[in-house]
């Protein structure tokens, strides 16, 4: 399983990297991806947008199916990977490489909230079953 | 509990993504379900489609059984080893399910139904058995495996793992079967490519699969069997068509006869309608993929698409759709995908034939 330990993720299979300006880079872990299959296709939100935690903001789509992307926490879109729009294949080549959209936290504090890689670990071993 | 198909074991060898595909499991994929699909356009892939049913039909007048349980005409299978697709339906015109008749001689008839209805068939067709007092014998022949051996490269793939069939597939036109002992080789498929689908005992498949791919066939998961189908057009019963439509607004009045007297289950009813809708190609024009239920916005109404997908060999996103009658290929609609409507076109299908793009 690959799950980077210097990454904070969600219950919904969203990873966040806190960057040395405090913003958050997101993307979907290569558990959700490995679920999903061949990707095809990335929506990501607007730039400017400002999101509620837990709120729909992006979508991914493989050739199997549509799934919704969640905002971690609360916050305002700062950037988009226009990149991972054009080659959605990027996703299952390196999820961690294939960043979607970056996030000006409401609240630094609340990345504390989010799980760290062994709780995610656990989570996606529980879902396993 | 799954159930498992003769191969089951071997797709876990192969590191297969199982599935529970209704009720059966299944692989989805190998790996790569684009790669998958790629690989059957252009080489030869192998696929485990052992969930359908074979069905013998046995007796004194098959044929006569056939002519009233389908829509399609029997008769126009008089050579042994024919094959005929065709739709077989309820009273109301409805279809039950979509089938293929292999005619092999006038005391047996083979036919190959779909996973999901076959225990429905077989009740079905036992009742029109006994109701029509037939006296036929159906055997359901779940001790058979079948393995589809599909693409360009599929002749020489078979040719080689299975020696002195190649006296078989020298002459096998398309459509057409021919019982080679317990084994029986059609020139069939769900790909729009060249191939053929093989039954054989239950026992033998999985030395018969590891055959296949010593000789350079490479195994495929339903995943790519789905986009494969829909690219070549073909329906998908339980999405495109099921018992509460009619197979006229199916894309599937070719396979219905309604020019002979024959008199089928489901043409009075069939008559007596009022076709309104057709099933119609689509390609979209935005970005995005097609999915089945999203509603399509016409000049003459709405519409629903009943089955759509990413298509690997165009590189954009395909569907087939229910849609009112009056819109023509070429013409524009409008998808709505999420809080978006997005722009498509109508297109005359099969999206892909051998290989190539027809659109």
């Known amino acids: ?129 | 509990m799954l159930k498992q198909t003769p191969l089951n074991a071997t797709h876990r060898e192969l590191g297969a993504r199982m599935v529970d595909f209704g009720g059966w499991d299944m692989p989805v994929h190998y790996g790569s379900q684009i790669e998958e699909h790629h690989i059957v356009r252009s080489g030869c892939g192998l696929f485990d489609v052992s969930h359908m049913l074979p069905l013998d039909i046995r007796g004194e007048n098959v044929r006569a059984f056939l002519r009233r349980l389908v829509a399609n005409n029997v008769d126009k299978l008089q050579v042994s080893g024919k094959a005929l697709y065709a739709c077989m339906l309820n009273e109301a015109g409805g279809v039950i399910d979509d089938l293929i008749v292999y005619f092999m001689d006038e005391h047996w008839f083979r036919l190959v139904v779909n996973a999901g209805t076959a225990e429905k068939d077989l009740a079905w067709m036992e009742k029109m058995n006994a109701d029509w007092d037939m006296g036929l014998t159906l055997v359901p022949r779940r001790d058979l495996a079948m393995v589809a051996i599909q693409g360009p490269k599929a002749v020489d793939v078979l040719n080689n793992a299975l020696p002195g069939v190649d006296s078989i597939t020298a002459t096998l036109k398309p459509f057409n079967a021919a019982a080679m002992g317990e084994m029986f080789v059609a020139r069939t498929g769900y790909t729009g490519e060249d191939g053929f689908e093989v039954m054989i005992l239950a026992k033998a498949a999985p030395m018969f699969w590891r055959a296949l791919v010593e000789a350079g066939g490479q195994p495929i998961g339903l995943g790519a069997r789905d986009t494969l189908r829909l690219e070549a057009g073909m329906n998908l019963y339980g999405q495109d068509m099921d018992e509460t439509t009619s197979p006229l607004e199916s894309g599937l009045a070719w396979t219905v006869d309604l020019k002979t007297e024959r008199d089928f289950v489901g043409r009075r009813a069939l008559e007596a309608s009022e076709v309104t809708k057709q099933l119609a190609g689509l390609v979209l024009l935005d970005k995005g993929v097609l999915r089945s239920h999203q509603t399509v916005h016409t000049k003459n109404g709405p519409g629903e698409i009943t089955s759509g997908t990413f298509s690997p060999t165009m590189q954009q996103s395909i569907a087939l759709a229910r849609i009112p009658l009056g819109i023509a290929p070429g013409e524009a609609v409008e998808v709505e995908i999420r809080d978006k409507k997005l722009r498509a076109k109508v297109v005359k299908y099969p999206f892909v034939r051998n290989g190539k793009v027809l659109i």
């Not at chain 1, 936290?105 to 879902?127: F, R």
């Open chain 1, 1 to 129: 399983m690959n799950i980077p330990t210097d990454l904070k993720y969600t219950p919904s299979h969203e990873w966040v990297r806190v960057e040395a300006d405090g913003t958050l880079t997101v993307g979907i872990t290569h558990h959700a991806q490995d679920l999903l299959g061949d990707m095809v296709f990335v929506e990501n939100p607007a730039v400017g947008r400002v999101l509620t935690r837990g709120e729909e903001c992006a979508v991914v789509e493989s050739v199997k199916a549509a799934s919704d992307v969640y905002a971690p926490i609360a916050g305002e879109v700062v950037a988009t990977n226009g990149d991972v729009e054009s080659s959605p294949e990027a996703i299952n080549q390196d999820a961690y490489a294939a960043w979607m959209f970056k996030l000006k936290p409401a609240d630094a504090g609340s990345v504390g909230e989010l799980l760290d890689a062994a709780a995610y670990q656990k989570l996606v071993a529980s879902e396993a079953h």
